[in-house]
């Protein structure tokens, strides 16, 4: 069956870095894109970014972009999340989810991991 | 970038209603829309994607109907289990913007 698992969450403070890990099972991760989501505490969902399943696309949303960085490695099924220069307001758990369709970007996430809280706070 | 907005906020109701949650883009998506289920402390599940196509293992009490810019789910017969929180999601563009989500509450 499909998993997916997060790591690399934890506190850190304003302007440091921190890479979040998925770890993927159960499906030929190489034929899909991967999502990253988060939710600050108490609030809704927020799309981060997206990366094809060969890697060579990826989009950020306007709150990150120029800040994470999303990447993979198909080798060992494993999808990560640089974040760099991070504010108080990234605060959130991140989710990792698969695309529904092979080798589709243009996708809603149909399998999501448990998250993975990360906390910006001086 | 597309905006998502859904009503109600808080939908409080009984075992047995029917609930219908409406979904509006600020542009046409045609229907590229995802329903979204969510419990505390857990991740979103897919319930309904292009709009009305019920994901595998979905109960057939969730329905999704609509496209361009208007869009509902409707759950025909509430159960204990369907009490949550549900977004919509577009992914017509890559902002794959979220709805605020509704919390839907026991009566």
């Known amino acids: 069956q499909v998993q997916l698992v997060e790591s690399g969450g934890g506190v850190v403070q304003p302007g440091r870095s921190l890479r979040l890990s998925c770890a993927a099972s159960?499906?030929?991760?190489?034929?899909?894109?991967m999502h990253w989501v988060r939710q600050a505490p108490g609030k809704g969902l927020e799309w981060v970014a997206v990366?094809?399943?060969?890697?060579?696309?990826?989009y950020y949303a306007d709150s990150v972009k120029g800040r994470f960085t999303i990447s993979r490695d198909n080798s060992k099924n494993s999808l990560f999340l640089q974040l760099d220069s991070l504010r108080t307001e990234d605060t959130a758990v991140y989710y990792c989810?698969?695309?529904?369709?092979?080798?589709?970007?243009?996708?809603?996430?149909?399998?999501w991991g448990q998250g993975t809280l990360v906390t910006v706070s001086s | 970038d597309i905006q998502m907005t859904q009503s109600p906020s808080t939908l409080s109701a009984s075992v047995g209603d029917r609930v219908t949650i409406t979904c509006r883009a600020s542009?046409?998506?045609?229907?590229?829309l995802a329903w979204y289920q969510q419990k505390p402390g857990k991740a979103p599940k897919l319930l309904i994607y292009?709009?009305?196509s019920l994901q595998n293992g979905v109960p057939s009490r969730f329905s999704g109907s609509g496209s361009g810019t208007e869009f509902t789910l409707t759950i025909s017969s509430l159960q204990p289990d369907d009490f949550a929180t549900y977004y919509c999601?577009?992914?017509?563009?890559?902002?794959?913007?979220f709805g605020q989500g509704t919390k839907v509450e026991i009566k």
């Open positions: 989810a698969k695309t529904a369709m092979v080798f589709a970007v243009l996708q809603p996430g149909d399998y």
């Open positions: 159960g499906f030929t991760f190489s034929s899909y894109g």
């Open positions: 292009k709009a009305s």
């Open positions: 999601q577009q992914y017509n563009s890559f902002s794959y913007s």
């Open positions: 542009q046409r998506i045609t229907s590229w």
């Open positions: 990366i094809s399943y060969d890697g060579r696309n990826k």
